[in-house]
């Protein structure tokens, strides 16, 4: 079975600064979907970004970008000029592209704050 | 896009009794999941239904818990005779489901605590 970690529960960033949190996974298979998904305080959880494993170019958006390496099955997210909205949980998450499982596995989170 | 709905947002229940939530899809998202969220936990998957169809369930759907998409629009999901460790967020998500890889798009959850 598939399994993601986040091995930082907490990180913090001053605003405008730049912050990465990381991410490691076990599959073994060869084509799948990797997302980050942010979960503001009391609020739904939004997709941040994605990234197909067949593509080699890490995925940007914005202000938002990943260093995928698969063969070290690491999935990293940064962002940069860090903003005060980005305070939230952040969620690493894995998808199987065979098979036609839809299901999500998921890290366990990491908190991010942004200080003023 | 009104976003996907779920009602209640919170629910709280004694122990052995029966709860129902219900999740209102994207209009037109043909794919429908349910996760639960336990404190300090990502979400883990429970059930998927494409359309009308359950097409995937998790070991974690034990005979308690039943899930229904009737006409491929609404959804329900019934807890039977609630146990403590049931207390979690119960999260209702949709896809389009018309390509492959189409993101997931959250409800706001409901909270379920069980006296």
């Known amino acids: 079975a598939q399994t993601v970690t986040q091995s930082q529960p907490e990180m913090s960033v001053q605003e405008a600064e730049t912050v990465t949190l990381s991410c490691t996974y076990d599959t073994s298979e060869s084509d799948y979907y990797l997302f980050w998904y942010k979960q503001p305080p009391s609020r739904q959880m939004i997709l941040v970004i994605r990234q197909e494993a067949y593509k080699q170019q890490n995925a940007t958006e914005n202000r938002f970008s990943v260093n995928f390496q698969k063969a070290a099955k690491s999935f990293s997210l940064k962002i940069s000029d860090s903003q005060l909205g980005d305070a939230a949980m952040y969620f690493c998450?894995?998808?199987?592209?065979?098979?036609?499982?839809?299901?999500?596995?998921f890290g366990k989170g990491t908190k991010l704050t942004v200080n003023p | 896009d009104t976003g996907v709905s779920q009602n209640p947002r919170h629910k709280i229940t004694k122990r052995g009794q029966n709860v129902t939530f219900r999740c209102d899809p994207i209009?037109?998202?043909?794919?429908l999941y349910w996760y639960r969220q336990t404190l300090g936990q990502g979400p883990e998957f429970l059930t998927y239904f494409q359309n009308e169809a359950q097409l995937e369930k998790s070991r974690l759907l034990s005979d308690r818990f039943s899930a229904e998409r009737p006409k491929g629009s609404f959804s329900t999901l019934e807890i039977q005779r609630t146990e403590q460790g049931d207390s979690a967020m119960y999260l209702c998500?949709?896809?389009?489901?018309?390509?492959?890889?189409?993101?997931?798009?959250f409800g706001d959850g409901t909270r379920l605590s069980i006296l």
């Open positions: 998500a949709s896809s389009p489901g018309d390509r492959d890889n189409q993101p997931q798009h």
């Open positions: 998450a894995y998808r199987t592209a065979q098979g036609g499982s839809e299901k999500l596995v």
């Open positions: 209009s037109e998202h043909n794919r």
